[in-house]
Each structure stands twice: as structure tokens, then as C-alpha cells.
């Protein structure tokens, strides 16, 4: 693997797991608890699937525009510091107070709060050159032909995905995930991280960009 590899990161329960391709064709896939052995990969530019930039309050632009082209597949409700309460009910309490009832935060995005702090401690804005965030939807939809797929959990979703994938170089993606078994990596895991070094080779449309959070982080999804 040499330095121009393109790399994909997706969290699951048990850490991150991380696909690259290089300007070959070579790919692979590794895993690990934490996410900067990952990053150490030689990569010309990563992406990956967790905010980066985050608001104090109220949703980001970029979440918005997201789910209006892939509906909910796009978790609202990304602030900072949204690991620091100790429930998702007082979360929601805290943010209905203050922004309005129903401004809070879905399971499915408090579910991730622990890997969205992760990166949040790592990102700054030079690191912002080389590593962006994506959305596996976002990039599927557009690989597509714009788009929606069948639901990523369905037989027939899951087949679309990873067919868009091997046509893009990730060949062995069906080898891989017999090969997960006992890693914790799910399937839809592997498949997104894939998606996301696609994004990182391949990407050069975004939405949003033009919200800058206090630590001068950008908040764009590429696709």
C-alpha cells in the first residue's frame, strides 16, 4: 500500500473499521479499537462516516440539505458536546429548553456520541485538508445515478450497494464480509466503509461547507 491509497472509516460497537484502495486497484480492509492506528494508514485523503464540526446548538445546515435528498438516513441533532449528559432523556430535556420541543437528538445519533467525540478530539482544521466526512447514503444515491436504493438492510439493498462497489474496484467486498465473523464488524459496516473510500478517490461534490463551528472546522458531507 503506498501513499496515493484512498481510505474509508466506519465506527461499530467494538471501534472503527477502515477500507482503502489505492491508484492500482490494490484494497483491503483492517479494523481496530481506536481510530488514529487506523488514520495512520497512509492515505492521500480519507473520509469518513461521523460529524465533523459541530454546533453548540441547533442542527447543521449540512444534516438538512443531507436528509432532504436521502430522508432519514441522516441522524439530526450533531452538537458538541452531546456526550457530556448522562442520558438521552436529559439530553432532549436540555435541548427542548432551550431550542424548542422536538430539537433533540435521535437514539440512533446519541447511540454514536462516544465515536463523535473521538473524532471531534483528533479533528483540527489542517487535518481537515485530508480528512472529510461522508455519508454512505449520499454516496450511494449518487453512485446510482441519484437515486434512493432499497433499504440498505434488505437482500436486494445490500446487493445493490455492493455491486455499485465492485464496479468501482472493491472486488473482493464479498470475500470480506464472509471474513468478518467474529470481528463485530456488521456487514452494513464494511459496505459503508467501502463507500467511503470510493467517496475519498472519487468525491468532489459536498453540501453545506458554509458553516464553520467554533474550533473552525467546516460542516460539509461529501458524496
Not at 193 to 211: F, I, L, M, P
Request: aromatic share 8%.
Amino acid at each position: 500500500m503506498r501513499v496515493n491509497s484512498y481510505l474509508g472509516l466506519d465506527g461499530f460497537s467494538l471501534g472503527w473499521v477502515a477500507a482503502w484502495i489505492d491508484e492500482r486497484g490494490d484494497h483491503g480492509f483492517d479494523y481496530s479499537p481506536g481510530l488514529m492506528r487506523l488514520l495512520a494508514i497512509p492515505h492521500a485523503r480519507a473520509m469518513i462516516d461521523m460529524p465533523i464540526g459541530l454546533k453548540p446548538s441547533g442542527y447543521r445546515e449540512c444534516d438538512l440539505r443531507a436528509r432532504e435528498i436521502i430522508g432519514p438516513a441522516v441522524f439530526l441533532g450533531a452538537r458538541r458536546d452531546v456526550w457530556t449528559f448522562s442520558d438521552m432523556a436529559e439530553a432532549n430535556r436540555y435541548y427542548w429548553k432551550h431550542e424548542g420541543k422536538g430539537r433533540g437528538v435521535s437514539a440512533q445519533l446519541w447511540n454514536i456520541r462516544d465515536k463523535m467525540r473521538e473524532v471531534d478530539e483528533i479533528m483540527t482544521p489542517a487535518r481537515q485538508a485530508t480528512i472529510g466526512e461522508a455519508h454512505p447514503e449520499l454516496i450511494f444515491w449518487n453512485l446510482a445515478g441519484r437515486v434512493r436504493l432499497a433499504r440498505k438492510r434488505s437482500a436486494r439493498g445490500r446487493e445493490q450497494r455492493i455491486a455499485l462497489l465492485e464496479r468501482r474496484g472493491f472486488t473482493c467486498l464479498s470475500k470480506w464480509l464472509t471474513l468478518r465473523h467474529g470481528t463485530g464488524i456488521g456487514r452494513d459496516d464494511l459496505i459503508d466503509a467501502c463507500a467511503c473510500a470510493v467517496a475519498a478517490r472519487d468525491s468532489t461534490q459536498r453540501v453545506g461547507g458554509e458553516e464553520i463551528d467554533p474550533r473552525g472546522l467546516r460542516m460539509e458531507i461529501n458524496f
